[in-house]
C-alpha cells in the first residue's frame, strides 16, 4: 500500500494549481500595466495572491493613439478658420468664435 491513489493524486493536482495560478494571473494583469508582465509573473510567484493585489495596484498603462499627429500650433488653427471664412465655408459669427475659443486655449 506504498502508492499513491486517487485522492493524493487529486491533492497533488489541486496544489499545483493553486501554486500556478497567481503567476499567469500576475502576468496577465502586468500586461495593462506599468509595472510589466515579467514582474507580475514574478510577484504572483513569490507573494501569491498579494502579488496579484500589488500589480493591480500599479498604474494602468494608457491607451496608445492610432495616429500620432503633430500638434497644430494656434497661429495655424486660426490660418485654417480664416481661410474658411475667406472662402465662405464658414461665417464671421462662426471664425469670431473659434477664434475666441483658440485664444483662451492658449491662456490656460
Not at 493524493?8 to 495560478?21: K, P, R, S, V, Y
Not at 497567481?22 to 500595466?33: D, F, H, M, T, V
Not at 498603462?61 to 485654417?80: C, G, H, I, M, T
Amino acid at each position: 500500500m506504498g502508492g499513491l491513489g486517487a485522492p493524493e493524486i487529486i491533492l497533488i493536482i489541486i496544489a499545483f494549481g493553486i501554486m500556478i495560478i497567481p503567476p499567469i494571473w500576475g502576468y496577465n494583469a502586468g500586461l495593462n500595466r506599468t509595472i510589466g508582465p515579467v514582474a507580475g509573473l514574478l510577484l504572483g510567484l513569490f507573494l501569491s495572491v498579494f502579488g496579484v493585489i500589488i500589480v493591480y495596484c500599479s498604474k494602468r498603462v494608457d491607451e496608445q493613439k492610432f495616429y500620432n499627429f503633430p500638434n497644430q500650433s494656434s497661429a495655424d488653427e486660426l490660418k485654417k478658420y480664416k481661410q474658411l471664412l475667406d472662402s465662405g465655408a464658414i461665417t464671421e459669427a462662426e471664425y469670431q468664435i473659434q477664434k475666441a475659443k483658440i485664444l483662451n486655449s492658449n491662456r490656460d
